[in-house]
């Protein structure tokens, strides 16, 4: 007899389907599994044989052939144990076949019988669910992750002989401790005011501006500007996640090892230190593909601190995502995607010593020395970054004047200004599959009733025609433009909102 149940083989963010079929014979007494397992795959037949034994189910002593189909398809990870186990004992007669060949089993054995939570199994929930499938036997500790996939039936188990009596097994029911997760760490406090900054009005409108069109942001400027600062304070400025993007984000959540005790609704931040590896960035492994702190701070904050002391290939790895919003890890037997619509946060020293540019301490960089070090910031990386702001250090008299009630702009009233130029947005690109403008071709703003007038564009016009600008930063200044334009509640972009935008993009030279 031939049983079959189904899992799921999770390769990046997407998911197969993966039919289970097991046969047993009166044969030589052993244990093959075919259909492309990895290592760990392949030690799930003595785990499954002393997780049956221990559980009270032995595995029959005879021939079982155990087939992961398609068996083209490369298996990874320990996740398929519940699935083998299930229609191992199904060939045998223990439950009714027909009750198993529709059910998406997912989950590890430990060797006492007892299911261990997975990594991933949301997203892997997901693509059973687009795949057709509505019913779910998952492990009790992934039973918070699994309420969060809508228009599904799920049993959660704590045990293998648990599973076998859910589908109609006469065995008598044995209470057992279910294995959990590693308890989720508690939420870090909320990041400072934008409030508690003081002097930089330019840069605390970058902020602003970024914050409401999508749009990537550099900050140049020497140590104790308040770079750091400023960057800590952009996702409390960003609106709450929709339902779409939650999910992405908690998939990717999920995948990274992290406990998933509901879904993130808040832009997630992301900061990696500059001994950050090319993969540990944009994602990798040799064998089994992780999602990298790029993919984490999806429709998030992605912010690299001292950005020239990462090294040139590890920023360049960037480039492609930063252009089309999604990663792709190709390996040998297989490629993986991720989503990469992020925004990216530089902040950089001017030079190696910090002060270049500064009024109070004279920088001891030669000029080669300081053109070395920007340039580890490479120029088509630069040219992918919309807003490029020089902020320099606050004076005393800065500090007195914004020490005036109501001089300086809390994180709440930055927040709705930035809702509310999202909202305009979004009337604009309904229709679209764009939600901000920094996701918006630039080709769409130079057609039809969106196309300005060359008065308009006059100054853009000029620096993309002296080579100061090139086409793919003339599209990234028309999409803060409009941005700006949003902010302020114009209908379209005037003269002088392209000029503060060329100005936002312009007012350091790297």
């Not at 049956?52 to 021939?63: E, Q, R, V």
């Not at 298996?75 to 191992?88: C, F, H, M, N, P």
């Not at 500007?225 to 992405?248: C, F, N, W, Y």
């Amino acid at each position: 007899m031939v049983a079959r149940t189904l899992s799921v083989a999770l390769l990046g963010m997407t998911g197969a389907v993966v039919e289970v079929e097991a046969h047993i014979a009166n044969a030589i007494p052993g244990f093959q599994l075919i259909g492309l397992p990895d290592a760990a795959l392949s030690d799930a037949k003595d785990r499954v044989r002393a997780a049956a034994a221990n559980d009270g189910c032995p595995l029959p002593t005879k021939k079982i052939v155990v087939n992961l189909s398609p068996a083209s398809l490369p298996k990874q990870g320990s996740t398929y144990d519940l699935a083998i186990a299930i229609a191992v004992l199904a060939a045998e007669g223990c439950i009714a076949v027909d009750a198993i060949s529709s059910v998406v089993h997912l989950g590890e054995l430990s060797l006492d019988g007892r299911v261990r939570p997975m990594q991933g199994l949301l997203p892997a929930m997901v693509a059973a669910r687009a795949a057709g499938f509505r019913r779910f036997v998952v492990p009790r500790g992934n039973e918070d992750e699994a309420a969060l996939v809508p228009d599904v039936e799920v049993t959660t188990v704590a045990s293998l002989r648990d599973a076998l009596i859910r589908h109609g097994a006469e065995l008598e029911a044995d209470a057992v401790e279910p294995l959990r997760p590693i308890p989720a760490p508690a939420e870090r406090p909320p990041v400072g005011d934008l409030a508690d900054v003081v002097g930089n009005p330019d840069a605390v409108e970058a902020l602003v501006v970024a914050a409401a069109g999508g749009h990537h942001l550099m900050m140049l400027g020497p140590p104790g500007a308040g770079k750091t600062m400023l960057a800590e304070r952009l996702p409390g400025l960003l609106p709450d996640l929709d339902a779409e993007q939650a999910l992405v984000v908690t998939s990717l959540s999920s995948l990274s090892g992290r406990p998933v005790n509901g879904l993130v609704t808040r832009p997630p931040l992301e900061s990696p230190h500059h001994t950050t590896s090319a993969a540990a960035l944009v994602g990798g492994g040799s064998k089994v593909i992780r999602p990298g702190a790029a993919a984490r701070a999806t429709h998030g904050i992605l912010f690299l601190d001292e950005a020239p002391e990462f090294p040139s290939a590890v920023l360049d790895a960037l480039r492609q995502p930063l252009e089309s919003g999604s990663i792709t890890i190709h390996r040998a037997a297989a490629i993986a995607h991720f989503p990469g619509r992020f925004q990216l946060v530089l902040a950089a020293n001017p030079c190696p010593c910090g002060q270049f540019g500064t009024s109070d301490i004279a920088c001891t960089c030669t000029p080669m020395l300081r053109r070395r070090y920007l340039s580890r910031m490479s120029g088509p990386l630069l040219d992918r970054v919309d807003l490029q702001l020089r902020v320099n250090r606050v004076t005393t008299s800065a500090v007195r004047m914004m020490t005036e009630e109501g001089s300086r702009v809390s994180t709440r009233q930055a927040r709705t200004r930035v809702e509310q130029a999202r909202g305009v947005a979004r009337e604009r690109l309904a229709g679209t599959d764009w939600k901000t403008n920094a996701e918006v071709p630039g080709s769409w703003f130079r057609a039809g009733s969106r196309r300005l007038p060359s008065t308009t564009t006059a100054a853009i016009d000029r620096a993309l025609e002296r080579g100061t600008l090139t086409m793919r930063g003339y599209d990234r200044v028309l999409r803060v433009a409009w941005t700006i334009a949003d902010l302020q509640g114009a209908t379209s972009p005037t003269a002088d909102h392209l000029g503060w935008a060329l100005f936002l993009r312009k007012s350091v030279a790297v």
